[in-house]
Every structure is written in structure tokens, then in C-alpha cells.
């Protein structure tokens, strides 16, 4: 038995504690602030492609001759709904008449953003908590542990998406040097086939009154 290499909680920490929550704050900041220079003015939808979740909106708005110019909404309208007709109001600039900005929503999208980011925060550090606690069970067993032998009572399969890879999150028995029967769980690598009834060689030892054991892989 190995200890966990210290990558896993490194990565997990900078993705989910630093990353994604950055880059959702950015997403926040560089969606409220209006670029310089533009004028607001009434638009009106004109027609409009769905393109996944968002809209490619066109609009027609009026400009300071008088003259009505047809224009794309750069920053589109999001997931929201969308019909010929409708009212927006968006920012117009002299430099590019073709290409109007809609004016940011109240406050339900950085909320929303926001609470992705405390998400993404919060779920990062019970991950890198609960990585780090695992690393300690292995170091604690490698230094006071007892090999015996364990067989798997039951069976989860998670994962198996487009990348194709899964895991088998597993519960297994073992019984100690005094004929104790204990459990345990343990999540094997990616596509390690397991099946209830295998038998692996687990690691045990007594801890503050509490068992730790880990499968030996």
C-alpha cells in the first residue's frame, strides 16, 4: 500500500477553489461592465437564430439621423426566451453601428454566478478535506496496519460518460486478528472490474477506538 499522490488534491484545489471561481467572477465583473462610449437606445427584435442554449438576436433601432439600422446584439440575451417584436435596451457606438451591446440584467445573473463560485469553492474543499484525510488513513495503516483479507459485499458503478471511464465504489468485510468482523468502502481506479465475492488484501488498524482499513490495490 501506497499513500495517495499529493497531485490529486493539488488539482482539485486549483480547479474548484481557484479556477472555476475566478473565472466565474470574471464572467460576473466583464458581464456588468458596459464598455465605454455608447449611447442607449430602444431596440427591437427583427429576427433571431437559436444556437444551443443561446440566440444569435437581430435587432432594428433608430440612430441620431433618423436613419433605422438593422445590428447584431454581441453579447446576446443569454438562455432567456426571445421573440420578433420585443424591446431591449441596448448600447449603440458610433465607431461600429452594426453591433450593439444589450444593456446587463439586475441582479439574478451575478447572483446566480456568484453562487456557482461559492459552490465550486465549497465543494472544492470538502473534495481536497476528504483527499487529504484518505492520505492520512493510508500513511496511519502503512506504519500500524495489519494485512488480512477482505471480500466485496456490494457493488456502485459511477461514471462511464463520454470518456468512457467509471469507477466501482465498493463495500467489503473483513474479519480482524481477533475474529471481529468489520466493513469498509473503497473506490478502485478507473475500469478496475470488480464484482461482489472478489477477495483483496485489506490493511486494518485500531485507531482511538475506531477501525481504519483500506483495500491494498
Do not use: W
Not at 499513500?3 to 490529486?8: F, M, Q, R
Not at 438593422?70 to 458610433?94: L, Q
Not at 462511464?160 to 466501482?168: A, E, I, L, S, Y
Amino acid at each position: 500500500m501506497k499513500k495517495d499522490s499529493l497531485a490529486g488534491p493539488v488539482i482539485v484545489g486549483l480547479i474548484l477553489i481557484v479556477l472555476l471561481p475566478g473565472a466565474l467572477l470574471f464572467m460576473v465583473l466583464n458581464a456588468m461592465t458596459v464598455p465605454d462610449g455608447g449611447v442607449l437606445t430602444d431596440c427591437v427584435v427583427t429576427d433571431y437564430v437559436i444556437a444551443g442554449r443561446t440566440s444569435e438576436v437581430n435587432v432594428d433601432y433608430v440612430n441620431a439621423e433618423g436613419k433605422t439600422i438593422n445590428a447584431r446584439i454581441s453579447n446576446g440575451v443569454g438562455g432567456r426566451s426571445v421573440f420578433v417584436g420585443e424591446h431591449y435596451d441596448c448600447y449603440v457606438y458610433e465607431d461600429n453601428p452594426f453591433e450593439v451591446y444589450r444593456k446587463p440584467d439586475g441582479d439574478v445573473f451575478p447572483i446566480i454566478m456568484l453562487l456557482g463560485a461559492a459552490a465550486s469553492l465549497i465543494a472544492g474543499i470538502i473534495l481536497v478535506i476528504k483527499m487529504m484525510l484518505k492520505r492520512g488513513v493510508q500513511g496511519y495503516l502503512i506504519k500500524n496496519g495489519t494485512q488480512g483479507q477482505c471480500t466485496i459485499t456490494n457493488v456502485v458503478i459511477k461514471g462511464g460518460g463520454r470518456d468512457g471511464f467509471t469507477q466501482c465504489v465498493c463495500d467489503y468485510s473483513f474479519t480482524d486478528s481477533y475474529g471481529q468482523m468489520h466493513t469498509g468502502k473503497h473506490t478502485f481506479l478507473p475500469n478496475k472490474r470488480v464484482s461482489i465475492g472478489n477477495y483483496f488484501p485489506v490493511m486494518y488498524a485500531e485507531k482511538n477506538g475506531k477501525m481504519l482499513s483500506d483495500i491494498i490495490e
